[in-house]
C-alpha cells in the first residue's frame, strides 16, 4: 500500500519536474540569462514549485511525510542565482509554516539543506554554468538526501528508524537522487542550447557588424550576375537598401556602359579562374563624390567546378593615389631642394658609390661634378677614415637605422685636409626598402682649427695654474672638489689627487673650515664674490696669513654651475705690513712730539696764551667728529688746531705779550702770522692740508676775514672749523690785554655771527656739543 502511494505521489510530482522545465525554457526565450528579471521569476518558479510538491507529499507512516521540495529547491541557486535562491526559500518556508502540523522543524531543515547545498556549489562553480557536468547532479541529490535524511534520523522516534532505513530510507534516496540528476540534466541542456543559441546569434550579429562596418565595399553575386548580398558602404555607392539591391542585375542599378564594363570584370575574373584586379573611378549615389578604389573580383566555384557566384571587394586608394602624386611633388622638390641646397649633400648607393652630388659639395672638394658620379665616396676620405665609414654605413643599414652621424676628414683635389660632419640620411621606396643613402656634409674645419688652438690654449693655462704659488679650487654645485692644483701641497702637506671629490668638512679639522666655510656658502647663495682673511695653521710651518677669494660661477640659467676658489700665501706680506706700520707709528710719534716742541716754543715766547694751540685743536675736532667726518680727516683737523698759529714765531715777544692797545704798525704785524704759518709748514710734506688751515682760519664768510679776505665755499672746510673753534677758545681765555669773557660770551658770539661771518652748520655743531654737555673746554 506504502509503495503504491509512493509511485503515485511520484507521478503527480513529476509532473513538476515537466512543468518547471518548460518554464524555464520560456523564460530563457524571452529574457536574458543574466538579467535580473530572470533571477526573480526562477526564484518564484522553483520556490512555488516547492510548495505544491509539499500539498502532494508521500505519506509513508503517520508522523512522518516526504515530498521533492529539496529536488525543486537545490536548483533554484545552480540556475537562478543567489537572488533566486533567497526568494525560493522565503516562498518554500512561508508555504511550510502556512501548512503547520507534525514535523515543522524537520521541513524546515530539509529547505535549508537543499538550498544551502545548491548555494555552495553554485559559489565553487563562480557563476561559470557552463562548467557544470551531469554527474554533478547524482552528487548534488547525494548531498541532499543524506543531509535530509541524517536530520529527519535525528528527530524521528526509534520505533521509526528501522522502517526508515531499512525498508523506505533506500527507495526514497533512489528516487530523489535520480530525480535531481534528471530535472540537472534537463535543465543543464536547456540552458547550454540557450547559450549556444545566444553566441551563435551574437557571433553572427558580429560578422554582420563587421561586414557593414568595412570601409571597402563588399558584394556578391550569384552564377546568374544577380546581386545576393553586400554591405552598407556597396548601399551608399548604388544608392538602395540591401532589400532593393538583392536580386538585380548591374543593368538593373546602372547605366549601360558602366553595367557593361562591371559584367567585362566578372567574366574575366571567371575565366582567369582566380582573383583580377583593376583600378578605377567611382561616383556615389548618396552624395555624388568620387573615389579611386582598386576592385578584387574573385569566383566562387562548388567541388564539381560549377560557378557559384563573384565576390567583389572595392577599396578606396584615394588616398593612396594622392599620396603617389605628393611623393612625386615631394621627390622633384627634393631634388630642386639637393641641387640648390647651400649645404654640401651627396647620394650615395648601399654599396658606398657615388649617384649624385651637388655643385656645393663637388666645389668644396675641388673637382668637376661628373667627375665624382659613378665613383667610390670613400675615395675621398682620408686613408685613415674610409674604413670607419664604411663600417658605420653597414652597420646603419643592418641595425635598420633611419640616420646616423660621424666626424671625417675628407682631402681635396688641391690635398688640402678638410674636415666634416657628415649626416646619414636612409632613403626607402613606397615598401619601406632601403634604396639609398643621403649624405649631408658640413664643414668643420675651421671649427677643428679653433678646438685646437682651445686645447692649446687650455694646456698652457693648465701649466700656468700648476705652476702658480695661490691654491686653486675648483668646487662643484654640491661643493664637492672637482680639480685642485699642485700648490695645495706646499701649502698643506697634502695630496692634492687625494682630495678630489670630497667637501671641505670632510678634509679639516672645524678650526681650519670654519674660518672659510660661511663665506663659501654665502657666494653660493648670493651667486657674488667674497674674499675673507684668515690665518691657518696646517703644519709645523706655522701659521699663514691667507687671503681666500671665491667667486661663482653661474651657467645659462643663473644658477650656480661651479665655484672657484684662489687662496693666495700673504704671510711675508703681513709681516711686511706690521713692520711698516711699526715704522709708521714711530714716525707718528715722532712728529708728535716735534709738534709738541712747537707748541712749547710758541708757548715760551708767548706764556699769556699757553695751551691755546692744543685747546682750539681738541675744540675743532670735536666739531668734526660730530659733523660726520672720517677720522683721517678729523686728525687733519687736530694737528691743524695745533699748529694753527705757528706762523706767531715771527711776530716780536713784546708784541705777543703787550699788555695795551697795539698801534696799526703792530696789529699789521700780527695779521701776518696765518701767511707765516702757511710759508713755514707749506715746506713740510704732511698727509694733510695743515698750511691751508693755518693760512685760513682767520677768514670769513663774508669776506671780512683775512689775509685773502675769502669767502664762504672758497673757504676750506677744516678753516672754517678752526675759525670758530679758535674764536671759542680765544674769548674764553684770559690775555695780556684783557680778562676771559667766559664759554658762555663765546658761545653768544658764534650763535649771532653763524650764517654770516662762521659757516651756519660748524656753528649749530659747536653749539651743540656744548649745550648737550658732551664736550667741556679743555683746561
Known amino acids: 500500500m506504502i509503495l503504491s502511494d509512493i509511485i503515485k505521489t511520484y507521478l503527480a510530482q513529476g509532473a513538476l519536474i515537466l512543468a518547471i522545465y518548460g518554464v524555464l525554457a520560456i523564460l530563457l526565450e524571452k529574457t536574458n540569462l543574466l538579467s535580473r528579471v530572470y533571477e526573480y521569476i526562477t526564484g518564484i518558479v522553483f520556490g512555488f514549485t516547492a510548495s505544491m510538491a509539499m500539498l502532494m507529499p508521500v505519506a509513508f507512516h503517520p508522523g512522518f511525510i516526504f515530498d521533492l521540495r529539496g529536488v525543486f529547491l537545490v536548483f533554484a541557486p545552480v540556475f537562478g542565482g543567489l537572488t533566486s535562491a533567497v526568494i525560493a526559500t522565503i516562498i518554500a518556508v512561508l508555504t511550510r509554516l502556512i501548512i503547520g502540523g507534525e514535523g515543522s522543524i524537520t521541513g524546515l531543515v530539509s529547505i535549508l539543506i537543499a538550498v544551502g547545498t545548491g548555494t555552495i556549489y553554485r559559489i565553487l562553480l563562480k557563476g561559470k554554468l557552463e562548467s557544470i557536468r551531469s554527474h554533478h547532479f547524482l552528487l548534488l541529490g547525494v548531498a541532499v538526501q543524506s543531509l535530509t535524511f541524517g536530520g529527519f534520523l535525528y528527530f524521528l522516534p526509534a520505533h521509526l528508524m528501522e522502517l526508515i532505513i531499512f525498508q523506505l530510507g533506500p527507495i526514497i534516496v533512489l528516487a530523489n537522487v535520480s530525480l535531481t540528476w534528471l530535472l540537472g540534466f534537463m535543465l543543464q541542456n536547456r540552458v547550454k542550447h540557450y547559450q549556444t543559441t545566444r553566441s551563435l546569434w551574437s557571433t553572427t550579429q558580429r ?18 550576375g544577380n546581386y545576393a548580398a553586400c554591405n552598407k558602404r556597396f548601399e551608399n555607392f548604388v544608392g538602395h537598401t540591401e532589400e532593393y539591391i538583392l536580386g538585380k542585375t548591374d543593368y538593373d542599378l546602372f547605366k549601360s556602359e558602366i553595367a557593361e564594363s562591371f559584367q567585362n570584370h566578372d567574366q574575366l575574373a571567371v575565366e582567369s579562374r582566380g582573383p583580377r584586379t583593376n583600378e578605377e573611378e567611382i561616383q556615389f549615389a548618396i552624395d555624388g563624390h568620387r573615389e579611386m578604389v582598386e576592385t578584387i573580383k574573385t569566383p566562387i566555384f562548388n567541388p564539381d567546378e560549377s560557378l557559384i557566384g563573384v565576390l567583389g571587394i572595392a577599396r578606396n586608394i ?11 611633388t615631394s621627390e622633384q622638390r627634393f631634388r630642386e631642394s639637393f641641387e640648390k641646397s647651400g649645404i654640401s649633400r651627396a647620394l650615395i648607393d648601399l654599396s658606398g658609390r657615388l649617384e649624385s652630388v651637388n655643385d656645393t659639395f663637388a666645389n668644396w672638394l675641388g673637382y668637376p661634378v661628373h667627375r665624382l658620379i659613378g665613383t667610390e665616396h670613400a675615395e675621398y676620405l682620408h686613408n685613415g677614415d674610409r674604413e670607419y ?32 660632419i657628415i649626416n646619414f640620411i636612409l632613403l626607402r621606396d613606397a615598401r619601406q626598402t632601403p634604396l639609398r643613402i643621403l649624405l649631408d656634409v658640413q664643414d668643420v674645419t675651421n671649427f677643428k682649427r679653433m678646438e685646437s688652438n682651445l ?30 692644483n699642485k700648490a695645495t701641497e706646499v701649502l698643506t702637506g697634502k695630496n692634492p689627487a687625494d682630495l678630489i671629490g670630497y667637501r671641505d668638512e670632510e678634509i679639516w679639522p672645524p678650526v681650519i673650515y670654519e674660518s672659510y666655510l660661511p663665506t663659501l656658502k654665502q657666494v653660493m647663495s648670493a651667486k657674488t664674490n667674497r674674499a675673507v682673511e684668515v690665518e691657518l695653521s696646517f703644519n709645523e710651518n706655522g701659521i699663514k696669513n691667507l687671503l681666500i677669494k671665491i ?79 672720517d677720522p683721517n680727516r678729523v686728525e687733519s683737523i687736530r694737528i691743524g688746531g695745533f699748529l694753527h698759529d705757528i706762523g706767531k714765531l715771527s711776530v716780536p715777544q713784546e708784541i705777543l705779550a703787550k699788555p695795551g692797545r697795539l698801534t696799526d704798525g703792530e696789529f699789521a704785524l700780527i695779521r701776518e702770522h696765518p701767511r707765516s704759518g702757511y710759508n713755514i709748514l707749506s715746506q713740510v710734506d704732511l698727509p694733510w692740508p695743515v698750511a691751508t688751515i693755518a693760512l685760513q682760519h682767520h677768514e670769513r664768510m663774508d669776506g671780512s676775514g683775512y689775509p685773502q679776505g675769502l669767502k664762504s665755499e672758497e673757504i676750506l672746510l677744516e678753516s672754517r672749523i678752526m675759525a670758530v673753534a679758535d674764536v671759542v677758545e680765544a674769548m674764553s681765555s684770559h690775555r695780556p690785554y684783557r680778562a676771559g669773557l667766559g664759554i658762555d660770551a663765546a658761545l653768544s658770539e658764534i650763535k649771532r655771527g653763524a650764517g654770516s661771518i662762521y659757516d651756519p652748520v660748524v656753528a649749530r655743531t659747536c653749539l651743540d656739543i656744548f649745550s648737550s654737555g658732551h664736550f667741556k673746554l679743555p683746561a
Open 318 to 328: 584615394s588616398d593612396h593615389a594622392r599620396i603617389e602624386k605628393q611623393l612625386r
Open 389 to 420: 665609414f664604411v663600417t658605420f654605413m653597414h652597420r646603419l643599414l643592418n641595425e635598420n637605422k633611419e640616420s646616423g652621424q660621424l666626424e671625417g676628414r675628407y682631402v681635396g683635389s688641391d690635398g688640402q685636409l678638410k674636415w666634416a
Open 551 to 629: 667667486v661663482p660661477v653661474l651657467n645659462t640659467n643663473g644658477d650656480i654651475q661651479e665655484v672657484v676658489g684662489i687662496t693666495q700665501d700673504l704671510t711675508e706680506q703681513f709681516a711686511a705690513r706690521k713692520k711698516i706700520e711699526a715704522y709708521a707709528r714711530e714716525a707718528e710719534q715722532a712728529f708728535h712730539g716735534i709738534v709738541d716742541v712747537i707748541i712749547k716754543i710758541g708757548e715760551i715766547r708767548d706764556p699769556y696764551t699757553a695751551g691755546h694751540e692744543r685747546r682750539v685743536g681738541e675744540i675743532a675736532a670735536a666739531i668734526a667728529v660730530r659733523m660726520g667726518l
Open 207 to 224: 560578422l554582420k557588424t563587421l561586414l557593414h562596418t568595412l570601409p571597402d565595399l563588399v558584394w556578391l553575386k550569384d552564377a546568374n
Open 455 to 484: 686645447e692649446t690654449l687650455e694646456k698652457r693655462f693648465r701649466l700656468a695654474i700648476e705652476n702658480i704659488p695661490d691654491v686653486i679650487v675648483i668646487y662643484d654645485a654640491d661643493r664637492r672638489i672637482r680639480y685642485i
